[in-house]
């Protein structure tokens, strides 16, 4: 701080010296020209497609809306999509030159993308102050649909009920706890330990429309196999057909799931085509 400011003699005061104020005025205007820049590019880029820019934003406001965790990835992710099908040329615009001077053609950048964010949405990075809805209000008529849509198709297709199958995720404490305890009567504190502990695993439980429950999934927490158990419960629940295995994260992901496949679903489904004089391609 005393390298940035001087007493003043008359006064008393600190006063930011003078070639610190003029470094801090630089800063400021290179900021401004930079958001200037930056806000420019996605106006004149899309200018000529206002129909794909307005495709972008609805997209995009639709998964807010929903509640959908929105960063830099899935804007990028979605502005890429929507050109990829609605104005495929811009990728083939060019838009500068490099260090070296070669044409440097449009592409979806970092920049490019925040810039859009704010320009043509109004959006900035926030902390999330809270949870969003979990269910639309028109949950109850939207599971009605889904039902109908499975028994038409499975109608059409003649799919018989044990062929259907319905799987889904939820995460399991490692410690369970309740919210409630026995306490002496008037306590202001009561403890409960283990209620921060957010330790989980994830079970993948797999039901069939003739009431079948399928073998589960477990999925550890654990970069190596050495995090599942080898005891005698764990051998047992393997000889029944339930499948133990890892991630980095316990989360389920496109490896565990195609692990489910071969391990759980495909096995059954080959079981019961056989029985049925099915063939399982078809």
């Given amino acids: 701080m005393k390298g940035s400011y001087a007493k003043d003699q008359g006064t008393g005061h600190w006063l930011l010296k003078d070639d ?3 470094k ?6 290179k900021k401004t020209a930079q958001v200037r820049r930056n806000t420019e590019k996605p106006r004149s880029i899309l200018k000529d497609h206002p129909e794909t820019a307005s ?3 609805d997209c995009l406001k639709g998964m807010r809306l929903a509640g959908q965790q929105i960063d830099n990835s899935i804007i990028r992710t979605t502005i890429q999509g929507v050109i990829v099908v609605g104005a495929p040329k811009l ?3 060019v838009v500068g030159k490099d260090k070296d001077g070669q044409p440097v053609k449009f592409s979806v950048s970092k920049t490019f993308t925040k810039a859009f964010a704010q320009r043509h949405l109004g959006w900035t990075w926030q902390r999330m102050t809270k949870a969003a809805r979990k269910l639309p209000e028109d949950w109850v008529v939207q599971g009605e649909e889904m039902a109908f849509r499975v028994a ?3 109608s059409m297709h003649l799919v018989p009920d044990c062929l259907v199958v319905n799987s889904d995720q939820t995460g399991v404490h490692l410690k369970p706890f309740l919210e409630r305890t026995y306490e002496i009567k008037g306590a202001k504190q009561v403890l409960n330990l283990g209620k921060e502990d957010k330790r989980q695993f994830t079970v993948l439980g797999s039901t069939v429309a003739d009431g079948v429950l399928l073998p589960l999934q477990v999925v550890f927490q654990g970069k190596t196999g050495q995090v599942l158990a080898k005891n005698a419960a764990a051998m047992i629940t393997a000889s029944e057909g339930w499948h133990l295995t890892h991630s980095a994260n316990h989360w389920s992901t496109q490896e565990t799931m195609r692990s489910f496949v071969q391990k759980v679903l495909h096995p059954y489904f080959e079981g019961k085509c056989f029985d049925l004089g099915l063939n399982l391609l078809t």
């Fill in 20 to 22: 610190m104020r003029e």
């Fill in 152 to 154: 038409a198709l499975c």
């Fill in 91 to 93: 990728f083939d615009r």
């Fill in 24 to 29: 801090i005025g630089l800063m400021a205007a």
């Fill in 55 to 57: 495709q972008i934003v």
